[in-house]
C-alpha cells in the first residue's frame, strides 16, 4: 500500500467496547498481531483516550456505557476521528428491541467513518483506520485542534 | 523471620487501606467489567466486582423472535464462543421439540466447536502472555492462531460467527476435498505443541509470575461451582464432555485435564491455568482427528427444509436443556417451547463466565496489585477490564491510574523477581 506523501505521523488508537460481542473486539487484536501487523504503520492501541488520535468503538451503546462513551470523546483531544467497528455498532444490527441498548453509536456521538461486517475482517477495520487519516488531515489543513 | 511482628505491622498500618476501582472501560480487550479492590499496601485484602456494562438483554430479543432468528441471536452473545452458543440453543431446542440430529452434523459440530477451543485456548494464551509484559509470546501465539482461524474461515465461510448448527442439523458440510486442509492444520499444531509448552511452561519468567498466583484450592472450586478450565486447574475433574457425554462425544472416551496430566499437583493458579488449557489444545486436535476420521455419511439435517423446519418448532411444545462444553467451561441453555408461537416462551442462557466469576474473590485475596491484570486474565481469555484505576485514599486524596500504571507495575515485578 502506498502511503500518502502526508501521512507523517504514528497513529494512536483508543478502543472502547460499549456492549459489544468481543467478536469485532478480537478482530481488533487480530490486526496487530503479526498476520495484519498494523504496527508497521504506527497504528497503535493506547491505553487511554487522552493519547487517542482514534477512537476505534465496537458494539451497540448500553444503558450503562451511554455516559462513559460520551466521556470517553469528551476526553480524546482534537482533532480526531470515529472509526465504527461492526454491524451492531453501526446499525444496532441485531441488537434491536432492547431494555438495555440505547442504540446505534452515532446517536450519542458523532461517527466519521463505519467498518461494516458482524464481526468485520481485520482487512476492513485496517481500510477503516486509513480513511480516518484522511479525515484527520483534512482537519488539521483547516486548522482544527492546531 | 518472625512472622508475628509482620503481622502486627500490618495491623497497625489498616488506616492506609486504599480502595481501588478498576473499570469499565479497557482499551484492549472484551467487555466491560468493573472490580473495587481494597488494598492493604500492595496487597489486596477485598474485592467487590460489578458486571453488567455489556448486558444487552439478549433473551429478552429472543423471546421476541422466530427460533431461527434467535439462533443467530444466540451466535452473537459473544464473539468468541461464536458455536458453543449456538450449540447448546440447538441442543435445547431440539430436545424440547423432539428432534432428531442425522450423526454426520453432530460431527460436523463437533469439529468445530474444538476447532474454537483450539483458537480460544491460544487467544487467551497470548493474552495471559501480554499481562505479564511478555509480548513476543503474546505475537507469537496469535501468529499460530491464524492457522485455526484459516481453517474455520475454509471450512465455514467465516472467520467469527460460523453459522453452522441450525435446528436438526449443520448448515454447511465438511467435504471430502477439504480433509486435507484441517489435516494440514492439525499437524501444524502437533509440530507446535512442545514449542508452546517451552515457551510457556518451561519459562522462567513466566513461572515465577504465574506459580502461586491467582490460586484457588479444591474445595473452593467445588464450592463456588467454578466450570471448565478453572474448575480442572484446580483438580476438579469436571467436563461436560466427560460427565454427559453429547454429539460426537459419546463415541469416544474425552477424559477432563488437569494439571496431574502434566505431572504436577493441582494448585489452581495461573501456571496450572497455562497446562490445562495448553493440554487441551492437544486433546481438542486429537478429538477433531477422530471426527474427521470417523466422519458418518449421511444427510446434514433431518428436517432440510426451513418453512418445513419453522413449522414444526410452531407447533411443539416442551422444555429443553441443553449443555457444551464451552472454552472457558460449562454452557447451559434452557428453552421452552409453547404451541402455536414461533418464539420461545423462556429462553435462558448461562455463561461459563457466569459461574467462574466468584471463583474470582479468593483468586484476588492476598495476591498484589500488580498480579491483578493476569488473575483477572487467568478464569477468561480477555475479561480483564480495567482502564483506568481511581486510586482514593481514606483521608480523601485521589489519583488516577490508567491500565498501563497497572502493567508497568506487572512488569516491574517480571523484572524485580527475575533479577
Request: proline share 6%; hydrophobic share 40%; charged share 25%.
Amino acid at each position: 500500500m502506498a502511503l500518502p506523501r502526508s501521512f507523517k505521523r504514528a497513529l494512536w488508537v483508543f478502543h472502547v467496547a460499549t456492549g459489544s460481542c468481543n467478536g469485532c473486539d478480537i478482530e481488533i487484536v487480530a490486526a496487530l498481531t503479526p498476520r495484519y501487523d498494523v504496527e508497521r504503520f504506527g497504528i497503535m492501541l493506547t491505553g487511554t483516550p487522552r493519547h487517542a488520535d482514534v477512537l476505534l468503538i465496537t458494539g451497540p451503546v448500553t444503558k450503562p456505557m451511554l455516559p462513559r462513551l460520551k466521556r470517553i470523546y469528551e476526553q480524546t483531544p482534537d482533532p480526531k476521528a470515529v472509526i465504527v467497528v461492526g454491524g451492531c455498532g453501526s446499525t444496532s444490527g441485531v441488537f434491536y428491541e432492547s431494555y438495555n441498548v440505547v442504540g446505534p453509536i452515532d446517536e450519542v456521538i458523532p461517527v466519521d467513518v463505519y467498518v461494516p461486517g458482524c464481526p468485520s475482517r481485520p482487512e476492513a477495520i485496517i481500510d477503516g483506520v486509513v480513511k480516518a487519516v484522511a479525515k484527520l488531515e483534512t482537519l488539521e489543513k483547516s486548522g482544527v485542534g492546531g | 523471620m518472625n512472622n508475628d511482628s509482620i503481622n502486627l505491622k500490618v495491623g497497625q498500618c489498616a488506616a492506609t487501606t486504599y480502595s481501588v476501582p478498576v473499570g469499565p472501560v479497557h482499551p484492549a480487550l472484551k467487555e466491560p467489567i468493573r472490580f473495587t479492590f481494597n488494598l492493604d499496601g500492595e496487597r489486596i485484602v477485598g474485592v467487590d466486582i460489578k458486571p453488567g456494562f455489556a448486558h444487552r438483554g439478549i433473551e429478552y430479543m429472543g423471546m421476541r423472535r422466530n427460533l431461527i432468528q434467535a439462533l443467530y441471536l444466540s451466535e452473537r452473545i459473544c464473539g468468541i464462543c461464536s458455536i458453543s452458543h449456538p450449540l447448546a440453543f440447538t441442543q435445547a431446542v431440539e430436545n424440547a421439540a423432539g428432534i432428531e440430529v442425522p450423526p454426520r452434523a453432530q460431527y460436523i459440530r463437533t469439529i468445530i466447536g474444538e476447532l474454537e477451543r483450539v483458537h480460544s485456548h491460544l487467544l487467551w494464551a497470548g493474552v495471559g502472555a501480554h499481562e505479564l509484559g511478555f509480548d513476543t509470546l503474546l505475537h507469537l501465539t496469535w501468529n499460530v492462531r491464524e492457522k485455526s482461524m484459516d481453517l474455520l474461515e475454509e471450512l465455514t465461510g467465516n472467520r467469527v460467527d460460523y453459522a453452522i448448527p441450525i435446528f436438526s442439523g449443520v448448515r454447511r458440510d465438511v467435504p471430502a476435498e477439504k480433509a486435507h486442509l484441517a489435516y494440514e492444520a492439525l499437524d501444524y499444531y502437533k509440530g507446535l505443541l512442545q514449542q508452546m509448552i517451552d515457551a510457556f511452561l518451561h519459562d522462567k519468567s513466566v513461572e515465577m509470575r504465574t506459580r502461586n498466583v491467582g490460586a484457588l484450592s479444591y474445595d473452593l472450586a467445588v464450592d463456588l461451582c467454578a466450570v471448565g478450565p478453572t474448575a480442572r486447574a484446580s483438580g476438579v475433574k469436571k467436563d461436560v464432555r466427560q460427565d454427559m457425554p453429547y454429539l460426537a462425544y459419546a463415541d469416544m472416551e474425552v477424559k477432563a485435564i488437569t494439571p496431574e496430566d502434566f505431572g504436577t499437583e493441582p494448585h489452581g493458579d495461573v501456571y496450572d491455568n497455562i497446562i490445562v488449557r495448553l493440554l487441551e489444545v492437544k486433546q481438542s486436535i486429537e478429538i477433531i482427528e477422530f471426527c474427521l476420521e470417523n466422519l458418518p455419511s449421511g444427510e446434514l439435517m433431518s428436517i432440510p427444509k426451513v418453512p418445513a423446519l419453522l413449522a414444526t418448532l410452531k407447533k411443539a411444545s416442551g422444555e429443553g436443556l441443553g449443555r457444551h462444553e464451552a472454552p472457558r467451561g460449562e454452557v447451559i441453555h434452557y428453552v421452552r417451547l409453547e404451541e402455536g408461537i414461533e418464539e420461545p416462551a423462556v429462553w435462558k442462557v448461562k455463561a461459563p463466565t457466569y459461574s467462574n466469576l466468584m471463583a474470582w474473590v479468593p483468586k484476588f485475596l492476598g495476591d498484589e496489585i500488580a498480579d491483578v491484570p493476569i488473575i483477572a486474565a487467568s478464569i477468561d481469555p480477555c475479561m480483564c477490564c480495567m482502564d483506568r484505576v481511581h486510586m482514593v485514599d481514606t483521608v480523601g486524596n485521589e489519583t488516577t491510574r490508567m491500565k498501563e500504571e497497572l502493567v508497568r507495575l506487572s512488569r516491574e515485578k517480571t523484572r524485580r523477581i527475575c533479577g
